[in-house]
């Protein structure tokens, strides 16, 4: 029988979640911009930031947060 979730539980998971979606999104643009770059260079960082303008912001925040996902 699985344990009902507490409510801090349950506010750490909107707080993932809300703040997850855009970062899920950049992780997923950063492995897709590897099969044009196979390395970090310049060029691979152009091709996210032509998809993604603004990606530094998720990059930051995952650096600080991604452990606790
Ligand atoms: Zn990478």
Redo the contacts with the bound molecule.
């Keep these: 029988m699985a344990r009902a979730p507490t409510g801090v539980a349950l506010a750490c998971r909107a707080g993932v979640v809300g703040r997850g979606a855009p970062v899920l999104h950049y992780v997923a643009l950063?492995?897709a911009a590897?099969l044009l770059e196979l390395n970090?260079s310049p060029r691979y960082w152009a091709h996210v930031a032509r998809v993604m303008p603004g990606w530094q912001a998720h990059r930051a925040w995952l650096r600080t947060h991604g452990h606790t996902l």
């Design positions: 950063h492995e590897h970090h």
